[in-house]
């Protein structure tokens, strides 16, 4: 959608019935984003927040550190979701185990899908173990690796879009945000990631990137003052 068509759909609901703008922030749209807003000053230029998470994610998903679990898991779902023979297998393995999900695919156009599909991964390792540790079956599945430190440094972003894919106000997104990097700095804190020093400073720098495009650096002060004056907070005046 262009400017053209924006202003048309504007028009055609009420410009007075319409009070924010949400967009992601490629380049023709955050371009789109600040004309349209100073057309009417009235609405408010808000960036999409599960968008600027899941591009985190995909950024700490590419870390060195990483490369080699991530090539791993898209194999192993990649495998299983091909071998009818195997998926039954593992479910059967699954019910042994009492593991009610399944695998999660990996979608490209999924926020943080990546992510899920790893701990699914890890939630159905005890069954996977089984049906290759049967030599009857002949299931020959190369590599099963911990998968514990991509999830642990993923799983505040993913849960955190989840939440915030549900009905939310800008309240919330300055929430969920603190909430990310509180879990984060815990976690570096007390040394459960056993990272890489140098992929502990990556992850902080974009997490700390992220959180100034959307927070600190937007066009407005929005999820600042609407946490602060939120009442449930205990922080207004």
């Known amino acids: 959608m262009d400017l053209n068509d924006a202003s048309h759909v504007i028009k055609d609901v009420g410009v007075s019935n319409i009070s924010a703008v949400v967009l992601d922030n490629t380049g023709n749209t955050h371009k789109a984003h600040e004309l349209l807003c100073q057309d009417h000053e009235h609405i408010l230029n808000l960036q999409d927040a599960c968008h600027e998470m899941n591009l985190a994610v995909g950024q700490i998903s590419e870390l060195p550190e990483f490369k080699e679990v991530i090539a791993d898991i898209r194999a192993i779902i990649a495998f299983l979701n091909k ?120 992850i902080h720098t974009i997490t700390n990137c992220r959180f100034n495009g959307i927070i600190n650096n937007a066009p407005t002060d929005i999820y600042v003052v609407a946490f602060f004056l939120d009442p449930c907070q205990g922080l207004g005046i």
């Open 83 to 202: 071998s009818t023979y195997v998926r039954e297998h593992l479910y059967d393995a699954r019910k042994v185990h009492k593991i009610t999900h399944g695998l999660t695919s990996i979608g490209e156009t999924h926020f943080s899908s990546l992510t899920w599909a790893a701990f699914s991964l890890h939630q159905c390792l005890p069954a996977l173990r089984t049906i290759i540790g049967n030599p009857d079956l002949a299931i020959r599945i190369d590599a099963l690796l911990d998968l514990s430190k991509f999830i642990a440094v993923t799983i505040p972003y993913a849960r955190a879009i989840k939440c915030l894919e549900s009905t939310h106000t800008p309240t919330d997104v300055y929430l969920f945000w603190l909430a990310v990097i509180s879990q984060l700095d815990s976690l570096f804190a007390n040394d459960g990631s056993r990272l890489l020093v140098q992929t502990t400073e990556a």
